[in-house]
């Protein structure tokens, strides 16, 4: 069965990564993550959710202008995680999933995890577009509605609403966002992480091949669709003959008693 979000009984998230099945579940996510990531570069990179451990396994961040992450209030942990001390570790807030405490357009990235499935998703996806630069990109890291890992409450991917691949390209299309690159990941249901690294990875590659169907988790990176909030400008009916020919006599005729 599907669950909703229950801050009393949601999985503390450090004990999931910091466990076996945390470790290898993050590999196989970061691995598949490294082909969408940016270079981070002189890039305002922010965590929302709880992305510290994908943030901490970034191919180049430290080359990154500015990074920090922020936990949500509605559902994440205040224990924080056991990770290798980084400067981007100590700029970390707890916020409001509807209020991001940032400038518009400040930031050039924004890496989702565990959040749009736990917060309101309007609210949240509209502050992220808001803090984006016009440039900006958003990665989506969401659990999958058809996959295993939504329907096990024993890791943090259980709780909250999954989406389907339709679902959340209509729900980004409707928060004025455009969806440039797609994957899956996590085919593997979580029991097989205790087989092994290898085994795992196999299982979870094969998995993959089938499409975003049977993957546990969707991978998007999305991007603000400047234009999707402009109205359309109405094209002008073509109008049958006969009815042009008597609109121009009409037209005629009022001019002419203008002019008499």
Not at 23 to 42: F, G, I, W, Y
Not at 52 to 71: E, I, K, M, N
Not at 227 to 253: F, I, N, S
Request: proline share 8%.
């Amino acid at each position: 069965m599907l669950m909703r979000s229950d801050p009393n009984r949601l999985l503390d998230a450090a004990a999931f990564y910091e466990s076996l099945r945390g470790r290898r579940a993050t590999h196989l996510v970061t691995e598949r993550l490294k082909a969408l990531l940016p270079d981070p570069a002189r890039k305002r990179i922010l965590g929302l959710g709880y992305a510290q451990p994908f943030l901490a396994h970034w191919p180049g961040l430290a080359s990154a202008g500015w990074v920090g992450s922020a936990r949500l209030k509605t559902s994440m942990t205040q224990r924080p995680p056991r990770l290798p001390d980084a400067d981007w570790m100590r700029r970390d807030c707890i916020v409001a999933s509807d209020c991001l405490p940032f400038d518009d357009l400040s930031l050039d990235v924004i890496l989702v995890v565990h959040g749009l499935e736990l917060a309101g998703q309007a609210p949240l996806l509209r502050a992220a577009w808001k803090a984006l630069a016009d440039d900006g990109v958003m990665i989506l890291v969401v659990p999958n509605r058809s996959g295993f890992w939504a329907h096990d409450d024993s890791t943090p991917f259980g709780y909250g609403t999954p989406y389907s691949a339709g679902q959340l390209d209509r729900l980004l299309a409707r928060a004025m966002f455009r969806a440039e690159q797609t994957a899956t990941v996590l085919a593997v249901p979580p029991p097989i992480l205790r087989l092994g690294k290898r085994t795992a990875g196999f299982i979870d590659r094969i998995g993959c091949v089938a499409g975003r169907r049977l993957g546990g988790l969707h991978l998007v990176v999305a991007r603000k669709d400047l234009y999707a909030g402009l109205p359309l400008q109405p094209e002008k009916a073509t109008l049958p003959l006969p009815r042009q020919v008597a609109d121009m006599a009409h037209a005629r005729r009022c001019s002419m008693r203008e002019h008499s």
